[in-house]
């Protein structure tokens, strides 16, 4: 990864100028305010399973569920998370 790549931090509220420091901003937050319809393991293991990289999107999917992240101008967001259909392990910690 360059230097200066990533300005990955504690507060997910920060401007992620690249869909992997915003995942990392979001796990921190996840571990106590996992995304509706999941809990905090689910989101994490998919997360955790790689992204889907397109210009303006990226998506995790794993067992059935997913994570959505977009960018508009030079700032990636959370947009959806839908939870997985099959039985699933992961850890935040």
Do not use: K
């Amino acid at each position: 990864m360059p230097r200066g790549v990533l300005w990955s931090g504690p507060d997910p509220s920060a401007e992620a100028r690249e869909p992997l420091s915003l995942a990392l901003q979001l796990r921190t937050t996840w571990l106590t305010e996992p995304p509706t319809g999941l809990q905090a393991d689910q989101a994490c293991a998919i997360v955790d399973r790689g992204w889907r990289l397109e210009p303006n999107r990226a998506t995790a999917e794993a067992f059935g569920g997913s994570i959505v992240l977009e960018r508009t101008g030079s700032t990636w967001r959370f947009v959806s998370a839908n939870p997985p259909t099959e039985a699933i392990r992961g850890d935040c910690g």
